[in-house]
């Protein structure tokens, strides 16, 4: 908080603005700028020849024998020119404005009749994988940062201050940066996939007036987009934001929902870059709604038939909740609007595709959705506050228990930072458990699930340590696969998330969860861990399709069609071109 910000706090109104206008006038008077300094600076955006690079310095009174130098050119500002908090100096006006959406306070090397120029000397351009930046005052340098050394280097990054150090966090440009936030007496509904997450999400679409926004990674459920037509066609005004570019391609079943959607009259777009426009999130990998301004959805889950099946109907396993509070709402509000709002989104184009088929194996549904009021809940947005799962972590006090679809360590020799978290805890005495998926894409690797559990059990016998890990069972009567991120510390504090255990989830996408406090919300899903980790001490561990078996009776079958084939063919057999449909 800066001295004006504290006077407007501490004083009546008018005795505020007395002291504020003497204490800028003293500023005035008192010689260059107070407290001056570098505060951002991106050497390396996206736009050609970084015409768009910029800088920022922070500081309030007469700009007068402020200098910004590289060692090779530098600026002063014009005379007169007086800092009023942060200042915002750029290349080129218009480029800086293309890729932020405003105008910066000055440019050095630009045209724009909208935005004064510093006065220049000599060449001033930061260099892309090694260069320095000096602040001086009064011809003393104030300030230096350099890089690699202060910060490191990586196109599109933004380098900040914060907190007394740069780069709390890698900020890319576009990137949002939302500031920590918890809310009281939130009252909501708990609910895990596969046994209930459908009647729970009709149920809060169904009860929709006025507004739905929809940010997914994907969606390829018909009858979850029934819903939102149905919604349309009452009034509601719905809008769907999707990933452009999910891992494996856009499937057929999603270009079918979007041509559903768009035909409903309802606004689909997709996060996805150019080569001038880079979108500020590696994946849109959230998983959530804002309803009415005052109900979100959170879940685990994406928008498909295994995530959101009939009650009774194999799924993933998952975890979701529903939450009503009006200042939560409002929170991931604007998330979804900073998300949908830039250059990076473009309005999706209806193609053909086909409707995905709802798997019909049974499941015998055991939990049904658990209503709860009185509960605080922090979101978790990444990157921005991806930080806040530590502290969840490291201040447990009785148990850990993790459910993941898979957890990625940082090196061979290092753990992911959270599972190192989780491992810590241990050492203090306090039990830790930890369920992996055993789908076969997450166990066929030599280092993927089954080898992290076993590492982890041979940790825990070497040092004694009270934890555990199992890989989940996936026999006929269980879950089809583990896709859930979730957390419950102490069984109170629940993580519901959208946040995998890798290097890329929590750093570069856009992920979106929350953390609940609450002993019945915590009571609940410890019920559901308690019976997925009964599960998975069974031997048998399910790896999907049996891809040995599938190949062997596609082998059978085309000897068979082959022979059918001979044998019309008066027992000749005849060489044809490859259908490449």
């Avoid at 908080?1 to 006038?25: D, E, G, K, Y």
């Avoid at 900020?171 to 007496?185: E, I, K, N, R, Y």
């Amino acid at each position: 908080m800066n001295a004006f910000q504290q006077i407007n706090t501490s004083l009546p109104s008018h005795l505020s603005r007395v002291i504020r206008t003497l204490l800028f006038l003293f500023l005035f008077l008192a010689g260059p700028a107070s407290g001056v300094m570098l505060v951002e600076f991106c050497p390396d955006p996206y736009l050609p020849h970084d015409r768009d690079e910029y800088l920022c310095l922070e500081g309030w009174g007469p700009a007068e024998g402020i200098m910004v130098t590289d060692g090779e050119g530098g600026f002063r500002f014009p005379p007169g020119t007086v800092l009023s908090g942060r200042t915002v100096v750029a290349m080129d006006a218009e480029a800086y404005r293309s890729s932020h959406g405003q105008y910066p306070d000055f440019e050095w090397d630009g045209h724009s009749p909208e935005v004064p120029d510093v006065v220049r000397t000599g060449r001033f351009q930061l260099s892309n994988a090694g260069d320095e930046i000096l602040v001086y005052s009064g011809g003393v340098c104030i300030q230096k940062v350099e890089w690699p050394g202060t910060v490191s280097a990586r196109q599109g990054q933004v380098h900040f201050f914060s907190d007394g150090r740069w780069d709390g966090r890698v900020l890319m440009l576009g990137q949002s940066q939302f500031a920590p936030a918890t809310f009281h007496d939130a009252g909501g509904i708990a609910f895990v996939s596969p046994d209930c997450s459908r009647e729970v999400f009709s149920a809060l679409v169904m009860g929709a007036e006025e507004e739905i926004l929809v940010s997914i990674y994907e969606f390829t459920s018909p009858v979850l987009s029934g819903f939102l037509e149905e919604a349309a066609a009452r009034g509601v005004a719905v809008e769907v934001l999707l990933e452009g570019g999910p891992v494996g391609g856009i499937p057929g079943e999603e270009h079918d929902v979007v041509a559903r959607l768009l035909r409903s009259g309802i606004t689909v777009r997709t996060m996805q870059g150019t080569d001038l426009v880079h979108s500020p999130y590696r994946f849109l990998h959230s998983k959530y709604m804002v309803i009415d301004r005052s109900r979100v959805l959170v879940t685990s889950e994406n928008f498909k038939e295994n995530g959101f099946p009939e009650r009774g109907v194999r799924g993933n396993r998952g975890w979701g909740v529903a939450i009503m509070h009006t200042g939560l709402a409002e929170y991931l509000r604007s998330v979804y609007l900073h998300d949908a709002g830039g250059e990076w989104t473009v309005g999706a184009v209806p193609r053909a595709g086909d409707p995905e088929i709802p798997t019909f194996g049974k499941y015998p549904a055991v939990f049904s959705p658990y209503v709860f009021e009185g509960a605080t809940v922090t979101p978790v947005i990444s990157p921005d506050t991806s930080s806040l799962l530590h502290p969840l972590i490291l201040n447990a006090k009785r148990s850990v228990d993790i459910e993941m679809a898979y957890i990625t360590n940082e090196t061979a020799q290092s753990l992911n930072p959270f599972l190192a978290d989780a491992v810590n805890v241990s050492r203090r005495g306090i039990p830790v458990r930890v369920i992996l998926d055993s789908y076969y894409y997450n166990v066929e690797g030599d280092a993927d699930n089954d080898e992290l559990v076993d590492l982890l059990n041979r940790m825990a016998a070497a040092e004694s340590l009270p934890l555990e890990a199992r890989c989940a069972y996936l026999g006929p009567d269980s879950v089809e696969k583990i896709h859930n991120k979730g957390v419950i510390v102490d069984r109170e504090q629940v993580l519901v998330s959208s946040i995998n255990w890798n290097m890329n989830s929590p750093t570069f996408n856009r992920e979106v969860g929350v953390i609940i406090h609450h002993p019945g919300v915590g009571e609940y899903y410890s019920l559901a861990f308690e019976s997925d980790w009964e599960k998975a001490g069974q031997k048998e561990v399910g790896r999907g399709p049996d891809r040995m078996k599938i190949a062997a009776a596609c082998v059978v079958i085309a000897a068979l069609l082959l022979l059918f084939w001979y044998r019309r063919r008066g027992g000749r057999l005849r060489a044809t071109p490859r259908n490449r449909g």
